[in-house]
């Protein structure tokens, strides 16, 4: 039986697996050495997890390239990971039309193409890896488990990406807290729609089946909302592992029957609307699972499960993991949350080529997000302690501005910021790609719902096309650089008015372009 099944019906079994591996790995260990750092940018496909174990197999350490962040944050990455060799595909490089951003790889690093890899495989070769897998003390050295498993990059969403260095217990850790926190069953199907490059796509919807005996199905773009819930019928998937946004839109594209088959639909890297909820209620008898991480963690720090799921929570801190509470000055929705246990990273890589920060096992980490536990141990996410704008003596959450935004036109992205002004005081500008979107349309929804005067924007932005991250969530760093840029240009008092006449004393504006991709300037 498949344990790891592609779009295009390829399917390994772990004997397969294991084999391709050895195989694959026997000729990268020839291009490279022992405990480097070899960089991955594949899509989520059965060839890219192939390419990871094979790393595995030989010692070296996989530095999860995030294709869609631009050439020069892809170049940062391979900096801050000390790459010399980054292993693609050519099949997948023209589908992505991602020629420019290997042209400019290629002046730094290695470019090794995994068709190449496969052409140049002998019998000898093969006959290799049959023994390999039947014997794999032959050529695993691997004892330590503290070392090295892989580089991910965070998001960045509010500035540059990390690179954060995961060892092998970290990521066996935080599978075992999810298989004691959930109890799985070996039937189960799961449906991964999200980048390997992410730490939830990796662990949650790769490594987590394949190691707990469960068949995965890979997809390499969420964005293929006609075609996934299709495809979740067609492969019997009963578990699907997503984002809000891709999983409200793959609800509300899908036929009646394409959905019916899932039991569960597990969400992370953003708060799960009421849209989301209605829509799967619609079209599913699934349960929605919501849970929340930090690339950090590997990543999953809380997660409702099938017995105690209680909406507007992430669930339970999970088993082997402690959590605790600061006060932040001058916030009264939460506390700052730390976290410690066996799945925090290893350290964060520095940018100075010198190697990785190295924390001790006991410290605590900061998530730097707010939060607060009920009475019950359910933790309650209130927002990024980074996400606050300073209105008059209030800090308003930006997380709650886009809240108020998604229930005003669930259908669209939104985007908060805070922009700072000529006196020093900061403006909420709300930047969405709903059409006709106006400070007017927002009050008149606004005021039977008893929002305060603080949550409302100061000035509404229109765009035709929000710019996203892998995981569907605005890539904020992006937005903000050409915002204000086009801000300045286009209303140049605008940002020196003062603000406190609040939410009808602004002029709108509109920008009928598209902003740039993720990752990219204009």
Same mark, same amino acid.
């Given at each position: 039986m498949p344990i790891v099944q592609g779009r295009e019906g390829e399917a390994f079994t772990y004997g397969a697996l294991v084999r391709s591996a050895y195989a694959l790995g026997g000729k990268i260990a020839d291009l490279s050495a022992r405990g480097e750092n070899v960089g991955i940018m594949l899509p989520t496909t059965p060839a890219g997890v192939v390419a990871v174990f094979a790393l595995y197999a030989f010692g070296r350490v996989p530095a999860f390239i995030n294709y869609l962040a631009g050439t020069q944050r892809i170049g940062e990455a391979c900096r801050i990971a000390d790459l010399s060799i980054v292993l693609t595909s050519r099949r997948f490089i023209d589908i992505a039309k991602l020629h420019a951003t290997v042209a400019s790889l290629k002046i730094v690093v290695t470019v090794i193409y995994l068709e190449d890899l496969k052409r140049s495989l002998t019998f000898f070769d093969k006959l290799r890896a049959l023994?390999? *897998? +039947? /014997?794999?003390?032959?050529? *695993?050295? /691997?004892?330590?488990?503290?070392?090295?498993?892989?580089? =991910?990059f965070t998001s960045g969403t509010t500035g540059s990406p990390k690179g954060v260095v995961l060892s092998h217990r970290n990521i066996l850790a935080n599978i075992a807290q999810c298989r004691a926190h959930v109890p799985f069953r070996r039937d189960w199907v799961f449906f991964n729609v999200l980048p390997i490059f992410h730490a939830f796509g990796l662990t949650g919807g790769t @490594?987590?089946?394949? =190691?707990?005996?469960?068949? !995965?199905? =890979?997809?390499?773009?969420? =964005?293929?909302?006609?075609? +996934?819930?299709?495809?979740?019928?067609?492969?019997a998937a009963t578990v699907l592992v997503a984002t809000d946004t891709f999983a409200k839109l793959y609800a509300r594209s899908a036929d009646k029957s394409a959905l019916q088959g899932l039991h569960y639909v597990v969400l992370g890297g953003e708060a799960v609307n009421?849209? !989301?909820?209605?829509? @799967?209620?619609?079209? *599913?008898?699934?349960?929605?699972l919501e849970g929340y991480g930090a690339t950090e963690c590997a990543p999953v720090i809380a997660l409702n499960r099938p017995s105690r799921n209680r909406r507007g929570t992430v669930g339970e801190i999970l088993p082997g993991m402690e959590a605790r509470l600061e006060t932040a000055p001058g916030i009264e929705i939460g506390k700052r949350l730390f976290v410690r246990g066996p799945n925090v990273m290893l350290g964060y890589r520095k940018d100075d080529g010198s190697g990785q920060s190295i924390r001790s096992p006991g410290d605590w980490f900061d998530t730097g997000d707010l939060a607060d536990i009920d009475e019950d141990g359910f933790l309650i996410i209130k927002g990024r302690l980074k996400r606050f704008a300073r209105v008059g003596a209030e800090m308003v959450s930006l997380a709650a501005v886009e809240q108020h935004a998604k229930s005003c036109w669930p259908d669209a992205n939104h985007a908060a910021l805070a922009i700072s002004q000529a006196d020093g005081r900061e403006a909420i500008v709300l930047v969405t790609d709903q059409g006709g979107a106006n400070r007017a349309a927002f009050a008149a929804w606004s005021r039977p719902q008893g929002i305060s005067r603080f949550e409302k924007p100061h000035y509404i932005v229109a765009v035709g096309r929000l710019p996203l991250l892998a995981t569907g969530k605005p890539d904020l760093a992006n937005i903000r650089r050409t915002v204000e840029q086009r801000l300045q240009r286009l209303a140049p008092r605008m940002l020196d008015a003062r603000i406190d006449r609040g939410l009808a004393t602004e002029p709108d504006i509109k920008i009928s372009t598209h902003l740039p991709a993720a990752g990219r300037r204009d």
């Open positions: 023994v390999r *897998s +039947i /014997q794999p003390a032959i050529s *695993s050295k /691997q004892k330590n488990s503290d070392a090295p498993a892989a580089i =991910l @490594f987590l089946p394949i =190691l707990g005996g469960m068949k !995965t199905v =890979l997809y390499p773009s969420p =964005l293929d909302r006609e075609k +996934i819930p299709e495809e979740i019928k067609r492969s009421d849209a !989301t909820v209605i829509s @799967f209620a619609e079209k *599913s008898g699934a349960v929605i």
